[in-house]
Antibody, heavy 120, light 111 residues
Framework: QLQLQQSGPGLVTPSETLSLTCTVS??????????WGWFRRPPGKGLEWIGS???????YYSPSLQSRATMSVDTSKSQFSLNLNSVTAADTAVYYC????????????WGQGTSVTVSS | QSALTQPASVSGSPGQSITISCSGT?????????VSWYQQHPGKAPKLIIY???ERPSGVASRFSGSKSGNTASLTISGLQAEDEAEYFC???????????FGSGTKVTVV
């Protein structure tokens, strides 16, 4: 059964870069028709899509975060990653990685979530 | 402000049926069969319970069902159970290269 394991710091200093990694186990990251995405949920708010990547490297970003987000896929390590630069307190959230079938299909496998606080 | 509108809360007694609405536009909910629903318990990751408007993943209880009419999607829980107490989010393709927009979430309380 495919699982996603997230890793990364829970505290990031304002203006620095938030970096998270999601490791795929129990299945292949290099599978056709599936996308690997990042999402977040700020305190007291709903979920927000950050971006999605295909294993061959194509990546799509939320228009609101496109200028600060960079995602990548490393098939040799079965990992995909998120970097979000110039963070502020507004980026404080629980971040999730997830798999979708197709670009906008149901998100059927989720990581455990990483609570990230932006504070000095 | 979320792109999709859901009621903040819905409650019901065990055994009752409840319905959660998700209102969008012709650019998202009404544009394709790509509405999904998620259940989230506190401190846990979301769980997919409905995809492609009406489809239920294997392992999800049959008391969960989805429907859609025009720009409004709905999730119905029939035979409400205590473990259904959670927050529920709708999600839709948003058009162009914006893959997902989410609803604001609905807290379901089993009274």
């Amino acid at each position: 059964q495919l699982q996603l394991q997230q890793s990364g710091p829970g505290l990031v200093t304002p203006s620095e870069t938030l970096s998270l990694t999601c490791t795929v186990s129990g299945g292949s990251i290099s599978i056709s028709n599936y996308y690997w995405g990042w999402f977040r949920r700020p305190p007291g708010k709903g979920l927000e899509w950050i971006g999605s990547s295909y294993y061959r490297g194509t990546t799509y970003y939320s228009p609101s975060l496109q200028s600060r987000a960079t995602m990548s896929v490393d098939t040799s390590k079965s990992q995909f990653s998120l970097n979000l630069n110039s963070v502020t307190a507004a980026d404080t959230a629980v971040y999730y990685c997830a798999r979708s079938r197709g670009r906008s299909g149901g998100l059927d496998v989720w990581g455990q979530g990483t609570s990230v606080t932006v504070s000095s | 402000q979320s792109a999709l509108t859901q009621p903040a809360s819905v409650s019901g007694s065990p055994g009752q049926s409840i319905t959660i609405s998700c209102s969008g536009t012709s650019s998202n909910v009404g544009s394709a069969n790509l509405v999904s629903w998620y259940q989230q318990h506190p401190g846990k990751a979301p769980k997919l319970i409905i995809y492609e408007d009406i489809e239920r993943p294997s392992g999800v209880a049959s008391r969960f069902s989805g429907s859609k009419s025009g720009n409004t999607a709905s999730l119905t829980i029939s035979g409400l159970q205590a473990e259904d107490e959670a927050e529920y989010f709708c999600c839709s393709y948003a058009g162009g290269n914006t893959f997902y927009v989410f609803g604001s979430g609905t807290k379901v309380t089993v009274v």
